[in-house]
């Protein structure tokens, strides 16, 4: 079983849907977690940390259920330039950081 | 966050060649670093941790004599592949510890190794 499992999709939805991506995690002493993007060809960007009571930057939000060790990310309001790679990344100990396989999404007017 | 630099961004050898890829931390001085390997299609996967100082630690299954690993100041890292062959090409990405007390790392634009 992987680390950390998400589905590969890819996500093909119309400009202004709304999106969920999900996340499992075997490790249950896994510390930190967050949500990478990666556009093609380039680095992760980080997009938003995930904290146990949910955070919310803008139309994204993100929530930890640490019980289920399930990571969850939600985009309202889809744009164009929303389409790319979403990491589910788990920081276990060490400052080391698992990264899931991804999740593409692709945003289509 | 921190501002990490990488070069070359793109680097095509022959097989058998020895490639140095850098990593520089531009505005922060990074104890640690990380050296992660991306193939087609595929996730990041962590390669080896870079100590300031001291001799790097490999993941499981990567040869540290194949991948050389020298991070002699707090903003140089470098990874050397010696004696590449076609199936080391991959993109090769290196980042850096946040601020002490978080744990985000930041990312190198990444070195796109093509051995022929």
């Known amino acids: 079983r992987k680390e950390v499992e998400q589905d590969p999709g890819p996500f093909n939805v119309p400009e202004g849907a709304t999106v969920a991506f999900n996340c499992t995690y075997s490790n249950s002493a896994s510390q930190s977690f967050f949500w990478y993007r990666q556009d093609c060809r380039k680095e992760p960007k980080l997009l938003m940390s995930v904290y146990s009571s949910g955070n919310e930057d803008g139309r994204f939000t993100a929530q930890l259920n640490r019980a289920s060790q399930y990571i969850s990310l939600l985009i309202r309001d889809s744009k164009l330039s929303d389409s790319a790679t979403y990491l589910c990344?788990?920081?276990?100990?060490?400052?080391?950081?698992?990264f899931g396989g991804g999740t593409r999404l692709m945003v289509k007017p | 966050g921190a501002v990490v630099s990488q070069h070359p961004s793109r680097v095509i050898c022959k097989s058998g060649t020895s490639v140095k890829i850098e990593c520089r931390s531009l505005d922060f001085q990074a104890t640690t670093m990380f050296w992660y390997r991306q193939f087609p299609k595929q996730s990041l996967m962590l390669m080896a941790t870079s100590n300031e100082g001291s001799k790097a630690t490999y993941e499981q299954g990567v040869e540290k004599d194949k991948f050389l690993i020298n991070h002699a100041s707090l903003t140089l890292s470098t990874l050397t592949v010696t004696s590449a062959h076609p199936e080391d090409s991959s993109f090769y990405i290196c980042?850096?510890?946040?601020?002490?007390?978080?744990?985000?790392?930041?990312f190198g634009p990444g070195t796109r190794l093509t051995v022929t």
């Open positions: 980042s850096t510890d946040g601020a002490s007390g978080t744990s985000e790392q930041y």
């Open positions: 990344v788990v920081n276990n100990a060490g400052n080391m950081l698992t």
